[in-house]
């Protein structure tokens, strides 16, 4: 009776705590078993009943297994709980995306509600279920399921232990990491593993007792490489990293161990029946082990990324720019920086007050005065809403103004990224008469997709501490992850149109798909699995249209508010004509500053953790967005350290924004627009532009440069680079800001002219080999 005890207790109180979450949890998000407000559909496919149908029947299952099998130890009972929701989420994410690898990986990022709830139920398990016994029994076989779960971790690997996270020097079980960092994490796996065993099997008897084991060692090899990655990894800085990149590891290690902890168990117990025979029949056991692991590996062949495609890419036509390794060139020997700014004066934004415009008009004159300040990109936003307002009618007047915005960078020589832009989804507010739950809000629309695109199934469009987490918008994004009425394949269509529309304009250095992806419900099965098929989706049809141009593709808006986040899983294109671009907004709008928290990552650290994801995808690196800092009093000194490491990576990058009208719902009400031509609220007109911003990002810069650039420093008009090309090339163009002719000094640099232009001069000149060029004023 003991046992059926335990489990009643533990049963009522994992579904009392489930319903409670689920009363109290304003957006659907935060609790085990969540409701946005959102009505099912059967139309929608499997997805929208996951949570229901699939997370709570296992959940429920497997918490009566370990109350009646784990014992009454306190200790035991949270591991096993742990692994309840752990496995649910597994078994929930396998039904959205049929991906055994994926959907194990996912259900780490429930970590932080996973633990909370087993330490809460097994409490009150504890508490209200019985005496403890404290019988011990032998261990019985450790080492033969220790060494399986270690050798069986690079097997299957997929995308545990990648990201942003795994600095170099982290030990992980991972092939692609190198030779002593996957020695170092078998051994450690197999050493913790088993010291887990010994523990777990002493009390928990059956298969149960080395599946725990398996996931205490996996969150203890968590807890491990999030020390070593504090030694590694710059240390503390006063930011909130080192805990984030620890919990990230604990997250790994944890569904690691419940994926596949299971494993360790089964192999215990054959080693334990075959010394309980003490048989000589050695050829048995290595066999028995051998087939569990063959099973493992069959049964989770998609756990393991495929390499992107090996054929040769087609050929980028000559003129066009394109990836080239880590850096973006111009296919005839040179680097080339892209700096510039985002122009949002054609996007469709909501618009709160009827007398104040969302956006200023957009004119020629906007592209020269880029150009003016030596910027050679605009990211250039539209929206999708405005494009195609009506199902398969696309809106030839709007596709005219992007159409004349491109003909006006051409004719100022500034190249144009386009940027299907998106915040919050869709540009709708809260509709009258809808009741926000406690701890949301009413709120003001955005911009993004057309109504007939935006599919909310009658979640409620309240904010929850920000424009990003609404249930409404959070829906829109789940069922445009999954298709839901053929919205995802129309946008895939739309950026065919696009791309056959814009295949020959060379000043089109490429095209951002979408702006800051939402986390729909299920992150990362919607952040990193389901985005990376719609990028690949977009790419292809982008090429089957004819569209040479580098694609620019951005993680999801986790990024933007945490400083990191999973993106879309390696190899998710074969395409090798692709730019990773997240936007580096550590120490501005990320949400520690919203919180009053310190930094979870600073602005220097930021750099590194970009350019670790984007060696990950083999792919260059390029910030879509950065700045708004508003009107505080250390913009500067923030704009002069994130210039400082944007020179010291040679990267290029798109500062927010060009122009911000007062009407703009980003904007909020305020006496000015924010942007760098800055709008008076008050007359409508302009006001003093923002030249202590200016100044810094106006700063001397190679707009290309022969080979690629090794070093960067630069200060106003004061330049010092340094270079190496396999060839000669008379690529070399530096802007070089101010009315007063630069200085110049270099070496191993030829046919060095210095030109006016409007804002400054452009030095140009040729160069082979190694070669350094100085600027002076």
């Known amino acids: 009776m003991k046992p059926f ?12 705590l489930v319903l409670v979450q689920a009363l109290v949890d304003p957006t659907g998000l935060l609790a085990l078993v969540g409701w946005s407000g959102a009505v099912p559909s059967l139309d929608a496919g499997v997805w929208p009943f996951a949570a229901y149908a699939v997370f709570l029947p296992v959940l429920l299952v497997v918490v009566a297994w370990v109350a009646v099998r784990a014992g009454d130890r306190y200790w035991t009972l949270v591991p096993g709980f742990t692994l309840a929701v752990l496995l649910a989420q597994a078994a929930a994410c396998f039904v959205m995306t049929w991906d055994l690898g994926i959907a194990a ?49 690079p097997l299957v690997a997929g995308v545990w232990w990648t990201g942003a996270v795994y600095a170099s020097g982290v030990p992980a079980a991972r092939i692609d990491r190198g030779p002593l960092s996957l020695i170092i994490g078998m051994l450690l796996l197999a050493g913790l593993t088993a010291l887990c065993l010994r523990w777990m099997r002493s009390r928990v008897p059956g298969v149960l007792g080395g599946w725990l084991a398996a996931i205490v060692a996996g969150g203890a090899m968590g807890l491990v490489q999030g020390v070593v990655a504090f030694v590694v990894d710059a240390g503390w800085t006063g930011e909130l990293w080192p805990l984030m990149a620890t919990y990230v590891a604990v997250a790994d290690g944890l ?126 936003g539209f929206s999708w809403s405005a494009l195609e307002p009506e199902r398969g009618q696309i809106d030839d007047a709007y596709l005219g103004r992007i159409e004349d915005a491109v003909a006006w960078a051409k004719a100022n020589d500034v190249y144009v990224v386009l940027d299907m832009h998106q915040d919050g989804w869709w540009n709708g507010p809260t509709a009258p008469g809808t009741e926000c739950r406690p701890g949301t809000d009413r709120m003001w629309g955005y911009d993004g997709a057309p109504e007939w695109a935006t599919i909310t199934d009658g979640a ?64 990362p099965v919607t952040t990193s699995y389901q985005l990376g098929r719609f990028y690949d989706r977009a790419i292809t049809a982008i090429r089957a249209a004819g569209a040479p141009q580098i694609v620019f593709f951005e993680p999801s808006i986790l990024w933007s ?100 009208a007062c009407g703009d719902p980003q904007n909020g009400i305020q006496e000015t627009g924010d942007g760098l031509m800055v709008q008076d609220c008050a007359t409508g007109g302009d006001a003093p532009p923002r030249d202590d911003l200016l100044e810094i990002l106006s700063r001397a810069y190679p707009r290309s440069a022969p080979g690629t650039v090794t070093s960067l420093q630069s200060e106003g008009a004061d330049l010092r680079l340094s270079g190496t090309a396999p060839e000669e090339s008379c690529g070399l163009q530096v802007w070089v800001p101010g009315t007063r002719e630069p200085e110049v000094t270099a070496d191993g640099v030829t046919g060095i002219r210095a030109t006016a232009v409007e804002g400054g001069w452009l030095v140009t000149g040729c160069a082979a080999g190694d070669y350094s060029l100085a600027t002076a004023s």
């Open 255 to 380: 569904s690691f161990g419940a994926a596949l902890g299971w494993v360790v168990g089964v192999t215990a117990l054959i080693a334990d029946r075959v010394v309980a025979t003490r048989s000589s029949r050695a050829l048995r056991l290595a066999a028995s082990i051998a087939a569990v692991v063959a099973v493992v590996a069959i049964a989770v062949p998609s756990a393991i990324p495929a390499d992107a495609a090996e054929d040769e890419a087609a050929a980028v036509p000559a003129g066009f720019l394109r990836a080239d390794g880590d850096v973006i060139s111009d296919g005839e020997g040179n680097q080339v920086l892209l700096r510039g700014v985002n122009v949002n004066q054609l996007v469709d934004f909501y618009q709160a007050r009827a007398n104040v415009s969302p956006t200023r008009a957009l004119t020629e004159k906007d592209f020269a005065g880029v150009a003016a300040e030596g910027f050679n990109v605009v990211r250039l």
């Open 561 to 660: 508010g945490l400083g990191f986040d999973a993106g879309p899983t390696p190899g998710f294109t074969d395409d090798d004509n692709i730019v990773f671009s997240p936007h580096l907004y550590a120490e501005s709008i990320t949400m520690d500053r919203s919180l009053g928290l310190p930094p979870i990552i600073g602005i220097e650290r930021q750099f590194e953790l970009a350019e670790r994801v984007a060696e990950a995808y083999d792919a260059p690196l390029w910030s879509g967005e950065y700045g708004y800092w508003g009107d505080s009093e250390d913009r500067v000194a923030r704009l002069e350290r994130y210039a400082a490491e944007e020179d010291a990576y040679v990267l290029g990058s798109a500062y927010w924004v060009w122009k911000q």
């Open 5 to 16: 005890r335990r489990a009643v207790v533990a049963l009522s109180a994992m579904t009392a």
């Open 105 to 153: 990986w996912a259900a780490g990022y429930v970590t932080a509600k996973a633990v909370p709830a087993a330490l809460i139920v097994a409490a009150i398990t504890r508490l209200l279920g019985g005496p403890v016994d404290r019988t011990r029994r032998a261990p019985g076989s450790i080492w033969p399921g220790a060494a399986v779960f270690a050798i069986l971790a």
């Open 460 to 523: 409620p469009r309240c904010a929850f501490t920000g424009r990003d987490i609404s249930p409404a918008g959070d829906r829109a994004f789940q069922n445009f992850y999954f298709d839901t009425d053929g919205v995802q394949s129309a946008l895939v269509e739309t950026w065919a149109m696009l791309a056959q529309r814009f295949r020959d304009e060379q000043i089109v250095a490429g095209f951002d798909l979408l702006n800051e992806p939402g986390f729909g419900e299920t992150a």
